[in-house]
């Protein structure tokens, strides 16, 4: 094995694969946050539609969740979702779900691994601890007005807490 000419340190055969590696085109595929972020208003409402229609009311997103509490701070799921009952429309049962463990989700991931729909559950507990929820209701649109001012109250008396919360933007 003959040593490199233009690099002292390296054979031919570790030189070849370095520039194979270099000239490698990596192909990153987004994140869907990052494809969610990229679309337009039309495209994350279809997006939205699509992954939440396909929700088979199983509750194992809540059952697996480490953080979950049935009632949190006034953002009771009951007053607006029964188990056993079809919850309403797109997106109230994920986005209240998500601001029910705000701030103490861990982001462990384990709501969107035991999805059977593989919604993309995660990506809204992102969306929730680090945009502000006005933001929230941009990149997951489909929210009524009463559930928006339940989740803004919700959230501004989470503020008061002395443990805060910081967003990203
Ligand atoms: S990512 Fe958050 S909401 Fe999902 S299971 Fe983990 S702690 Fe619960
Ligand atoms: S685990 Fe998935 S399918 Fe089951 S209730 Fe949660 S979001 Fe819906």
Redesign the pocket.
């Known amino acids: 094995m003959d040593e490199n000419p233009e690099n002292h340190a390296l054979t031919n055969i570790v030189q070849k694969r370095f520039q194979a590696i270099r000239s490698e085109k990596v192909i990153k595929q987004p994140t869907p946050l990052q494809e969610i972020l990229g679309m337009t208003q039309q495209e994350r409402e279809g997006f939205w539609q699509d992954q939440f229609k396909?929700?088979?009311?199983?509750?194992?997103?809540?059952d697996i969740c480490p953080v979950y509490v049935e009632e949190s701070d006034g953002l009771d799921l009951s007053k607006w979702v029964e188990r056993g009952q079809v919850p309403p429309p797109f997106p109230l049962f994920?986005l209240l779900r998500a601001y029910q463990v705000w701030d103490t989700c861990v982001l462990c991931g384990e709501?969107e691994n035991?999805?059977?729909?593989q919604?993309p559950?995660k990506t809204i507990q992102d969306f929730v601890r680090y945009l502000p929820p006005e933001k929230v209701f941009e990149v997951i649109p489909g929210l009524e007005n009463e559930a928006r001012d339940e989740i803004l109250n919700f959230v501004e008396r989470r503020k008061k807490l002395p443990r805060g919360i910081s967003y990203a933007v």
């Open positions: 396909k929700c088979i009311k199983c509750y194992g997103c809540i994920h709501c035991t999805c059977p729909a919604i559950l």
